[in-house]
Structure formats: structure tokens, C-alpha cells
Nanobody
Framework: QLVESGGGLVQAGGSLRLSCAAS????????MGWFRQAPGKEREFVVY????????YYADSVKGRFTISRDSTKMTVTLQMNSLKPEDSAVYYC?????????????????WGQGTQVTVSS
């Protein structure tokens, strides 16, 4: 249902753009989010965007550096990551939720992508 792309290796201070393509069957019905998980750590919330894009919530750790957007014509969600730091290194997961109240917990998500690795070198 969800396929991510765009991860890779970048130096600190650099930028990466992640994309998540959702199947047409669910795209218009779900809010979307990104989570990340570093080795030895729990999966953590990064950002949420509502079905119509009108509500967006960022984790404090990425606020001002990351930007999420969604394109209904392409049925994609994009995460633009700027000013990357080594602590941003993780596997990033795209997720979709039928919950419309602002899903920031992984328990509130119904579909998950396979994950894409982001590595930021110092």
C-alpha cells in the first residue's frame, strides 16, 4: 500500500527528500505520517499531515528543518529534510492512518511502508 523512496547518505547540514507513494485505494481516505527508528531505539514520531493537508504536526526535534507535503494528483507524500544532523540518522517509515484526530502514535496507523535508510555523516 505504501512505498518509500529517497533515502541515502548525506553530510551533516545537507538535505534529502523522501517520498511515499500510496495506493489509490487508500490515499484519499487517510492521513499520513513519517516515523523513524535508529538502532537500539524505539520508533519515534516525526511528522503528521491530515487528509487534506490542512493540519500538520512536527516533532520538536525536526521543527523548522523538515517540511511535509502531499500531492493528491500523484498520490504521494514528500518529506523534505534540510539541515540534517547525525542524530537524524535512522530508518524512516511512511505510514497511513484512518484516524483523523492528529495521529502521532504508531498505534494509530494502519499501513506502513518498508522503510528507507537515512544516514547523516558528521
Amino acid at each position: 500500500q505504501l512505498v518509500e523512496s529517497g533515502g541515502g547518505l548525506v553530510q551533516a547540514g545537507g538535505s534529502l527528500r523522501l517520498s511515499c507513494a500510496a495506493s489509490g485505494r487508500i490515499y484519499s481516505s487517510v492521513s499520513m505520517g513519517w516515523f523513524r527508528q535508529a538502532p537500539g531505539k524505539e520508533r519515534e514520531f516525526v511528522v503528521y499531515i491530515s487528509r487534506n493537508g490542512g493540519s500538520i504536526y512536527y516533532a520538536d526535534s525536526v521543527k523548522g528543518r523538515f517540511t511535509i507535503s502531499r500531492d493528491s494528483t500523484k498520490m504521494t507524500v514528500t518529506l523534505q529534510m534540510n539541515s540534517l544532523k547525525p542524530e537524524d540518522s535512522a530508518v524512516y517509515y511512511c505510514a497511513a492512518s484512518y484516524y483523523s484526530g492528529g495521529a502521532t502514535s504508531s498505534d494509530e496507523y494502519d499501513y506502513w511502508g518498508q522503510g528507507t535508510q537515512v544516514t547523516v555523516s558528521s
